[in-house]
């Protein structure tokens, strides 16, 4: 994310830690002109554009273990879902996608009038928070699941909903412009390497997300 480290801290806490156990966190502060603060503007007819996901990233992870556990698997055990991937834990320590780099050109040439950051809650909890009030989403164009999720949903049978609210489903950052800007973000996303994108749908007049067709 081009952020620099500029200080840092060990700390001893006897009893807390099994030999060989570390605890590693971190945070990030920025700033950003208040006239020029997410989301502005945002009205129906305005286009939804997903960005693709690296994979699971850091959330769902809970109902990963139990998954894995009622599959009578292990963390060491053949990917099932990848076989480009050596093991199960290897496939889910895929590192979470940062989307600074390819998003921040498009802020910096306003053309971007909110983001949603597609987190705990999925799609169904997380866009919602980026749409002003009477506003919802009609998403007519989601992706079919990556190969991860798919199993995940077999193996779960959890349905579309409760999916699109445990996991990314394959879409990791969603991005809120005018139609009219498209196809110049479009291309500037291509140019920093971003080539994973989808035209999701459309800001709608209400306030819900309503997904048509099934995820496949």
Request: a negative charge; charged letters at 20%.
């Amino acid at each position: 994310a081009g952020c620099g480290l500029i200080g840092g801290e060990t700390a001893e806490m006897p009893s807390m830690y099994a030999p060989g156990d570390y605890d590693l966190a971190g945070f990030s502060v920025g700033a950003v002109p208040r006239d020029r603060i997410l989301p502005q503007g945002i009205v129906a007819g305005d286009t939804l554009l997903g960005l693709a996901s690296s994979g699971i990233h850091s959330n769902g992870f809970s109902l990963v273990r139990k998954l894995v556990a009622k599959e009578g698997i292990t963390f060491d055990s053949p990917c099932p879902w990848d076989a480009s991937k050596s093991t199960i834990g290897e496939s889910l320590l895929t590192p979470t996608k940062i989307y600074v780099k390819s998003c921040l050109p498009l802020i910096k040439k306003n053309l971007i009038k909110g983001m949603a950051h597609i987190t705990g809650g999925g799609l169904l909890e997380n866009l919602p928070r980026s749409l002003p009030d009477g506003t919802g989403a009609k998403i007519t164009g989601h992706p079919p699941l990556p190969d991860v999720f798919r199993w995940m949903k077999n193996a779960s049978g959890l349905d579309d909903t409760e999916m699109l609210r445990t996991f990314n489903c394959g879409i990791g950052m969603v991005l809120i412009l005018d139609d009219s800007n498209v196809e110049e973000a479009k291309r500037i996303l291509r140019e920093n390497d971003e080539g994973d994108f989808y035209h999701l749908g459309s800001v709608v007049s209400g306030n819900a997300v309503n997904i048509e067709g099934a995820l496949l």
